[in-house]
């Protein structure tokens, strides 16, 4: 969207609904993404003036908010690299994925926090950061091969 663009939306918007507010914006939106999902299942016609509406809502609530053009624009720019960081799931049975909630725990190794979900773990369940793990999984290997070369366990 260009910039004239979405100062026009916002221009008419308070214009003619000037005694909106962004609260009142979203809940209009809701309804809206009901009728998109409606046009989306059976395919309708008029699909893109249905993601339409829902723009304009969603930039008229931002504005009701303070949000400028720019505003919006660095805050998509900012959400797009939290989103490229996370670690997703799996789609669920509608086809949804979700972003995997980020938990930090320590490395038993150097001490220093990581993501959970980017560690890996010994058979023990004890969690390193991948610098530690390469440093000792030969180690590991090691150990556990003179273990079973030992009797002392069996080679999984």
């Not at 939106?29 to 509406?53: M, Q």
């Not at 490395?107 to 058979?123: A, Q, R």
């Not at 390193?128 to 999984?156: F, H, L, Q, T």
Request: with cysteine; hydrophobic share 35%.
């Amino acid at each position: 969207m260009k910039k004239d663009q979405f100062e026009a939306i916002i221009k008419w918007q308070n214009e003619t609904f000037g005694e909106s507010t962004s609260l009142s914006k979203v809940k209009h939106l809701l309804k809206e993404v009901d009728e998109l999902g409606i046009a989306i299942t059976y395919s309708d016609e008029n699909i893109r003036l249905e993601f339409a509406d829902c723009l304009f809502l969603l930039f008229g609530a931002a504005s009701k908010e303070g949000m400028t053009y720019d505003d919006i624009c660095a805050a998509i720019d900012e959400k797009l690299e939290i989103n490229k960081s996370r670690v997703w799931g799996k789609p669920d049975a509608d086809g949804v994925v979700e972003n995997l909630e980020t938990c930090y725990i320590e490395c038993i190794s150097c001490n220093e926090e990581f993501d959970i979900w980017t560690m890996p773990t010994d058979d023990d369940d004890n969690h390193y950061c991948k610098e530690c793990y390469a440093e000792i999984s030969p180690v590991m290997k090691e150990v556990y091969d003179e273990m079973v070369n030992n009797g002392e366990i069996e080679r999984e």
